[in-house]
């Protein structure tokens, strides 16, 4: 085909998204308000840092403690029960605790599972005896004295992941584990989970783990260096000072003892929230607070795969757990038994409010299009953005039918864009939502965005794309 015709054409069909889009703003042009109280930070880890309990395992996909608290405030819940289908770490199943409020998380990733159970445990357990083991094993350092090691089960993509002074080191710890008691062995095994990636040659870079070229693994044509790497015991005893410092009621509860108030309880659900939200009661929960994956290509089975080895997954469970995600990758393939899981009437709806979405089937066809011209950097790209928003819309019909009328959704994510067409997943979300039976109240939009990726900016030049925040209420009909 003539590379002319080929470049007016796409031109042609970005041109009928753009509309399509413009038109779907409008609609929501009066629910989509700057947020001057919110930033970048809020929405994301960095603002846990420094929290107690909540900094013990950097997850950098969740977001804050404090934006959850934010939230509570703006929403006025004072009591009831809060859920979270897709937990992460549990930001907002403990923060809503602190409050008093009993909350429901549902995971599928067994890292983010692991730090939920471990911190749930460490906060309802014996508190004194636990500080006692971290007291010992800070000073004694008994890994130090093991004769013995547990191997390392490195997967794949985790070989060579490590200087080769620290995975014996690693590998003592792990068997001095065997010598403590189950509660305390997993609070120290979890310590060293969490160090993980300090002590690696990789870094967490969304779609892939980046490689520091000391491994010996070629990955780019640019060598990236990661800076300075702790050795184990270094960044070991740091975490252990880390989680016993945290360790108190006055630290890990500061919620309850400003407030008098009795802390919440809190259920961990492991597994998809596609299988996993379909038997849940009718009109059981009063709010609802999350954050799902985005449709931006991230692969957490890849930059968790340390993490992942370590909590002993294997490489059929991993691409199990890929393929059970919510579709963000250009790996997922259409899942099947869908139709199983779900009743028929929300399986009709949300079926019917994906297929009738303009905005979204037009982007669909643009991309395919793409596709069949060999235009789009990657072919899987409209699979998955096609299968996200028919997974999402399942999602967001189930917590229509899970929710009490009058209570909130609120949910975080951006918008993303592919081949040069913007898509805005704020707004399709909550054309989705409208039809569910919520009424949308507002879209927060953060004052600052993000950019698009090089390889976007270069063919289509720089578009700042919206951060959001929606907060959809469940009508009375």
């Known amino acids: 085909m003539d590379h002319k015709i080929v470049t007016q054409a796409v031109q042609n069909a970005l041109e009928t998204v753009q509309k399509r889009n413009a038109a779907l703003e409008a609609r929501f042009a009066d629910k989509l308000k700057v947020n001057y109280q919110l930033n970048r930070q809020l929405v994301s880890f960095q603002a846990n840092k420094n929290k107690p309990a909540y900094r013990w395992f950097r997850y950098k996909e969740s977001f804050s403690e404090a934006l959850v608290q934010h939230l509570l405030d703006v929403l006025d819940l004072e009591s009831g029960r809060v859920l979270d289908p897709f937990a992460g770490v549990g930001t907002a199943l403990f923060a809503a605790s602190e409050r008093g409020l009993d909350a429901t998380g549902i995971e599928l990733l067994p890292v983010g599972c692991e730090v939920m159970e471990v911190r749930q445990q460490a906060q309802n357990g014996d508190v004194a005896a636990l500080r006692q083991v971290l007291e010992r094993w800070r000073r004694e350092r008994p890994w130090k004295q093991m004769q013995s090691a547990k191997p390392f089960a490195h ?37 060293a989970m969490c160090v993980l990636e300090d002590i ?32 184990f015991d270094e960044a070991i005893t740091h975490k252990l000072d880390e989680i016993y ?21 809190i259920e961990i659900l492991r597994g998809s929230c596609l299988d996993l939200l379909p038997p849940l009661e009718t009109a059981s929960f009063d709010g609802l607070i999350t954050s799902p994956p985005y449709a931006n290509r991230y692969d957490y089975t890849r930059t968790y795969a340390l993490e992942l080895a370590f909590l002993g997954v294997g490489e059929e469970e991993i691409r199990a757990l890929r393929q059970a995600m919510v579709s963000c990758t250009v790996e997922n393939r259409a899942k099947t038994g869908l139709a199983s899981s779900f009743s028929p009437e929300v399986l009709a709806r949300a079926s019917a409010a994906f297929t009738n979405q303009q905005a979204l089937q037009t982007i669909l066809n643009y991309l395919e299009w793409q596709k069949e011209t060999k235009t789009l950097n990657n072919a899987g790209i409209p699979r998955m953005v096609s299968n996200y928003f028919y997974e999402l819309a399942l999602v967001i019909f189930e917590c229509a039918r899970v929710l009490k009328p009058g209570a909130a959704f609120v949910m975080v994510n951006d918008n993303v864009r592919y081949g040069g067409a913007t898509i805005p997943v704020d707004l399709i979300l909550s054309d989705f939502a409208e039809q569910a039976g919520f009424s949308v109240e507002v879209i927060w939009v953060l004052p600052t965005g993000k950019g698009n990726s090089s390889q976007q900016m270069g063919a289509h030049g720089r578009e700042e794309l919206r951060k959001c925040i929606y907060i959809w209420r469940r009508r009375n009909d």
Do not use: V
Request: proline share 6%.
């Open 155 to 191: 997967l794949h993509i985790t070989r060579q992941a490590f200087p080769e002074e620290t995975q014996p080191e690693l590998e003592k710890y792990l068997a001095a584990l065997e010598l403590e008691t189950e509660s305390a062995a997993r609070l120290l095994r979890f310590a």
């Open 200 to 231: 690696s040659y990789t870094r967490k870079d969304g779609q892939y783990l980046r490689w520091d070229h000391r491994s010996g693994r070629r990955q780019g044509n640019k060598p990236f260096h990661k800076g300075r790497i702790a050795s």
């Open 245 to 265: 410092a945290d360790l108190q009621p006055s630290r890990l509860l500061p919620g309850f003892f400003d407030n008098l108030g009795q802390q919440g309880s």
